[in-house]
């Protein structure tokens, strides 16, 4: 997923966040939890995301996927120890040959609108997905395989593929689906589908996961109360409320003054200053996050773009020692790959990154014919080689980071200028509007983004396929033996050959350079010492992948 700011009304959403995410319960507060926790309260979390839609056949930013993980339910989840473990389903079966799975599932929850929460609603969302594989296409390709789903009975979901899956990664594709109320999406279907991507999904929503979204001002916050008809574990508090900032000063300083409980994430010129504060926790780890400089893989505006020995020479102009040390301030490291160090064994050691060597990029380009004019420009095609990047407005550091870039590219004889956008505006230029496919990405050169990935390779390796054209992909990369290769590692039960074949996809990738993996950031958090129960993993407290956070933080006595 992509993680983003959007702009807010600053003055407005303190004073109305304040007023609506109070820290304080207006039952009376017992320890009845356990040793020092505190029940009720809400927590006030700050963020410098956004949401860009509420529809999760529509939504692409990161915050976004972390309201669905909380107001629906999951099969299953992601622990601390990137394991994944139960959520909705407490228990799975796979058959001899692994081309049929059976969930058992937590019955008795009831959605937020007094309906039974059942295996029907879960066979309802997969079978939906498999009918309508374009509207649904973020949430398609997390169903490849399957054929059908069937609710057993109400607490026991059948899901039937084409092939012997991997049990892994069957099971973390499934971990991306939110299961949905059939009795309000049914009523969405029209058009062919396409009314899927319509539906606003407007709060209050159906919701059936541990918090109900009552209230949400785009840019501005959303709120939650407890859903009593959980079927998991009961909260400890009585809601949350999600505050949005496009400013990272701002948000700290909120932090401080007792404004915020928590926040997401915070940036690393903070650190020094929160460790310091008694009143605050701050926790770091190695993250499986990364920023990439994104090139232009289908038709870029500037054909000489395609070539294997520009895009060679921009990476050895691209000096990424400097982007950790002035933007994450050495909390962070050098990225190589699209699968991150941090997910352990899924990373190709073996890929590393090129060095910043000027020299180097110089004689590529040429060696390679691109000989530069009177004023030291090099030129091709007969046009001076000279890009437009674009930069969404809300990735901390892109800025610096193209700072970075354009200063190493000037040294080569290249000129880049940047164009920043807001995310929605930015995926849009770059992808097309919708439903254009295949005639889209023909609208930009050079690109700055980063990726949110899952602890499993396959969700960053998908998003370079050609089918991901109009939904993951931003680079309009299609390669049909990568395309193979992707289909064929989720097919192989055997885990130590699927790793091999990961790593020769990340290779593929690093040699063709869609993307230059730029840096891996560290996941930076920080909370109230008023609080505690926070789920820290190389994921972060607050995701898309798990409940736990928000199921276990507590105020202290």
């Known amino acids: 997923m992509r993680k983003t700011i959007r702009a807010v009304a600053m003055a407005v959403a303190l004073a109305t966040t304040a007023a609506a995410c109070s820290s304080s319960s207006s039952a009376t507060s017992t320890a009845s939890g356990g040793a020092g926790v505190v029940e009720g309260g809400v927590l006030r979390l700050g963020s410098s995301s956004s949401i860009d839609s509420l529809n999760p056949f529509k939504a692409f930013e990161q915050d976004a996927y972390n309201v669905f993980q909380y107001i629906y339910p999951y099969l299953v989840q992601w622990d601390e120890n990137l394991q994944l473990v139960g959520e909705w389903a407490g228990d799975w079966t796979w058959n001899a040959d692994d081309t049929e799975v059976t969930f058992d599932l937590t019955t008795g929850g009831t959605w937020s609108d007094g309906e039974p929460v059942t295996a029907d609603d879960a066979a309802y969302t ?11 296409g973020l949430m398609a390709g997390y169903a490849k395989h399957i054929t059908a789903a069937e609710a057993v009975d109400e607490g ?4 039937t593929y084409e092939a ?14 939110p299961m949905l109320p059939e009795h309000i999406w049914s009523a969405q279907e029209g058009e062919d589908g396409k009314g899927l991507r319509q539906f606003t999904n407007d709060a209050p929503i159906v919701s059936g996961g541990p918090f109900v979204l009552n209230e949400y001002t785009k840019d501005e916050f959303v709120q939650f109360t407890r859903n009593d008809g959980f079927y998991g574990p009961k909260p400890h508090i009585d809601g949350w409320g999600l505050k949005f900032f496009t400013n990272e000063d701002a948000m700290v300083s909120a932090l401080e003054n007792d404004e915020l409980d928590a926040v997401e994430s915070i940036p690393a010129a903070a650190l020094e200053k929160l460790q310091a ?14 920023d990439d400089f994104i090139t232009n893989s289908n038709k870029p505006l500037h054909e000489e773009l395609l070539d294997p020995k520009v895009r060679e020479a921009f990476e050895y102009a691209i000096d990424r020692q400097s982007m950790v040390d002035t933007i994450m301030l050495g909390h962070g490291n050098i990225a190589s790959t699209i699968v991150s160090e941090a997910t352990g064994d899924w990373h190709n050691p073996d890929v590393q990154p090129l060095p910043f060597d000027i ?10 014919g691109y000989a530069r004019g009177s004023d030291g420009t090099r030129m091709a095609n007969g046009h001076p080689m000279e890009y437009e990047i674009l930069t969404p407005t809300d990735v901390t550091g892109v800025d610096r980071e193209f700072e970075i870039i354009q200063s190493g590219f000037e040294q080569i004889g290249v000129k880049v200028s940047q164009k920043a956008l807001d995310s929605s505006t930015l995926f849009d230029v770059m992808a097309g509007p919708e439903y254009s496919y295949p005639n889209s990405y ?27 054209w109009g939904f993951w992909s931003d680079t309009g990369y299609c390669n ?6 992707y289909e064929k590692q989720g097919l192989i039960t055997d885990q130590d050959q699927r790793k091999q074949l990961v790593w020769d996809m990340q290779a593929q990738i690093a040699e063709d350079r869609p993307y230059i993996a730029m840096i891996n950031r560290n996941v930076l958090e920080a909370h109230s010492a ?22 276990q933080v507590h105020q202290v006595a």
């Open 126 to 136: 997969l079978n939906l997905i498999l009918k309508y594989p374009g509207p649904t």
């Open 156 to 159: 026991t979901l059948k899901l």
């Open 164 to 177: 012997p899956v991997n049990e892994a990664w069957a099971l973390s594709e499934l971990q991306q689906i």
């Open 277 to 290: 504060n008694p009143n605050m926790v701050v926790s770091e780890t190695p993250g499986i996050y990364f």
């Open 359 to 368: 020299d180097k990029a110089n004689q590529i380009l040429d060696d390679a």
């Open 442 to 468: 023909d609208k930009f050169d050079l690109a700055l983004w980063d990726w949110y990935p899952l602890p499993d390779p396959d969700f960053i390796l998908s998003v370079v396929t050609c089918e991901q």
């Open 480 to 485: 049909k033996q990568y395309d193979a290769n």
């Open 530 to 551: 008023k609080w505690d129960g926070f789920v820290m993993s190389p994921i972060g407290s607050f995701t898309a992948y798990s409940k736990l956070t928000l199921e």
